[in-house]
Antibody, heavy 118, light 107 residues
Framework: EVQLVESGGRLVQPGGSLRLSCVAS????????MHWVRQPIGKGLEWVSA???????YYAASVKGRFTISREDVKNSLYLQINNLRAEDTAMYYC????????????WGQGTTVTVSS | DIQMTQSPSSLSASVGDRVTITCRAS??????IAWYQQKPGKAPKLLYS??RLESGVPSRFSGSGSGTDYTFTISSLQPEDCGTYYC??????????FGGGTKVEIK
């Protein structure tokens, strides 16, 4: 079964740091671009970051300089390092796989919740 | 960045009704658009992209459009179609952007 499982979300104080993980199974992880998408509770989806199969990285303007995406293909794992957390980073964070055929997100994890509060 | 403006933000319709959701891009995106359905407490699910339905998605769902204007249609609304629908452009790959969502409810 093709699956993505996120972890690492928790309650963090403003200014703190966090690393989210996403473990893939059921497909050849190294052959797919991967993304992070977040969703504040009760609000819409926001694209956060992407990483290509060659390790090239991309970020939304709202997170550039604070977020770092990375991957470890030998461990079938995707990561998101989040530094200097702000209240507006509070959200459910999803990892998602890019389809082979066209650039859409065809497999999503169940999400992990990040809450930034003092 | 490409902005996606989705409308309406919510709608209520009866079972069997035809439902249409619209997305307008801030620039032409050459049909590089996908549509997702999200149910409460669940991750989004890819339904449709370019001109094809994902495997297992009922044929009552369809998409159309060109340039900056796109529509997603449910030809005969069913109770299981309740949820929030999002458009997403992939013209400016890998920088993606989503519409604000349309919450679909049954009257």
């Amino acid at each position: 079964e093709v699956q993505l499982v996120e972890s690492g979300g928790r309650l963090v104080q403003p200014g703190g740091s966090l690393r989210l993980s996403c473990v893939a199974s059921g497909f050849t992880f190294s052959r797919h671009d991967m993304h992070w998408v977040r969703q504040p509770i009760g609000k819409g989806l926001e694209w956060v970051s992407a990483i290509g199969t060659a390790g090239d990285t991309y970020y939304a303007a709202s997170v550039k300089g604070r977020f770092t995406i990375s991957r470890e293909d030998v461990k079938n794992s995707l990561y998101l390092q989040i530094n200097n957390l702000r209240a507006e980073d509070t959200a459910m964070y999803y990892c998602a796989r890019v389809s082979h055929s066209i650039y859409v997100l065809d497999v999503w994890g169940q999400g992990t919740t990040v809450t930034v509060s003092s | 960045d490409i902005q996606m403006t989705q409308s309406p933000s919510s709608l209520s319709a009866s079972v069997g009704d035809r439902v249409t959701i619209t997305c307008r891009a801030s620039q032409g995106i050459s049909s590089s658009i996908a549509w997702y359905q999200q149910k409460p407490g669940k991750a989004p699910k890819l339904l449709y992209s370019v001109y094809r339905l994902e495997s297992g998605v009922p044929s009552r769902f369809s998409g159309s459009g060109s340039g900056t204007d796109y529509t997603f249609t449910i030809s005969s609304l069913q109770p299981e179609d309740c949820g929030t629908y999002y458009c997403q452009q992939f013209y400016s790959t890998p920088h993606l952007s989503f519409g604000g969502g349309t919450k679909v409810e049954i009257k």
